[in-house]
């Protein structure tokens, strides 16, 4: 079975760019995660998707962010205009209902100069 | 709110010594509680976890942890290092499954040095 992967696993951007994120969880996973690490700062969660719909985006740090999850499979997740302050590794992860594990992806390291 | 505090940043072990990576937890609700492991260049991998029942939890690699109320502490231990546990260590704790949220609020990490 495959697991979280996520594209691309470097993004090195101009500030003011655009920069979209991919995640695709675990066929059949209907949570989906996203978290960010900022260099030196703990895993912080950003949104939580079940299937198609947003469950919680408290985390989101602002409205430059745009997470999106079409048909409850894969996910986006666009920043826009990016500022040097988003340089961090994004994190994807997804479980099944009423299950309490996590699996993550291998992360995107995203740096804005 | 949740919240969880790991004590030392970094952890350096000789080989064959004990591993005692420490975490704290504040928790409104009764926390599930989760330890994983990052190696370089990989994602998460989840050690092991507490959510109900037996307080003393085994997970992989040898390593274990013990769920401690009184003292909000779920401390990672193993008996005997190997220089593949060289890694970073993250504790996380959430209030319930996916369908109630569960979103992990992690700690700071630990790094993990292991020397021969």
């Known amino acids: 079975e495959a697991g979280v992967t996520q594209f691309p696993s470097h993004s090195v951007i101009e500030k003011g760019q655009t920069v979209t994120l991919r995640c695709d969880p675990i066929s059949g996973h209907d949570n989906l995660y996203w978290y960010r690490r900022v260099m030196g700062k703990e895993i912080k969660f950003l949104l939580h998707?079940?299937?198609?719909?947003?469950?919680?985006e408290s985390g989101m740090p602002n409205n430059r962010f745009l997470a999106e999850r079409t048909g409850g499979t894969y996910s986006t997740l666009k920043v826009q205009p990016a500022e040097l302050e988003d340089s961090g590794v994004y994190f994807c992860?997804?479980?099944?209902?009423?299950?309490?594990?996590?699996?993550f992806g291998p992360g995107t390291r995203l740096t804005v100069l | 709110a949740q919240s969880v505090t790991q004590l030392g940043s970094h952890v350096s072990v000789s080989e064959g010594a004990l591993v005692l990576l420490r975490c704290n937890y504040s928790s409104s609700v009764p926390p599930y509680l989760f330890w994983y492991v990052q190696y370089p260049n990989q994602g998460l991998q989840l050690l092991l976890k507490?959510?109900?029942?037996?307080?003393l939890v085994k997970g992989i690699n040898g390593f274990e942890a013990e769920f401690k109320k009184s003292e909000t502490s779920f401390h990672l231990t193993k008996p005997s290092a190997h220089m593949s546990d060289a890694a970073e260590y993250f504790c996380?704790?959430?209030?319930?499954?996916?369908?109630?949220?569960?979103?992990?609020?992690f700690g700071q990490g630990t790094e993990l040095s292991v020397k021969p």
């Open positions: 507490y959510t109900t029942g037996a307080t």
């Open positions: 998707f079940v299937k198609e719909s947003k469950q919680d």
């Open positions: 996380a704790v959430s209030d319930g499954p996916g369908n109630q949220g569960g979103k992990l609020i």
């Open positions: 992860a997804s479980s099944q209902v009423f299950r309490n594990e996590q699996f």
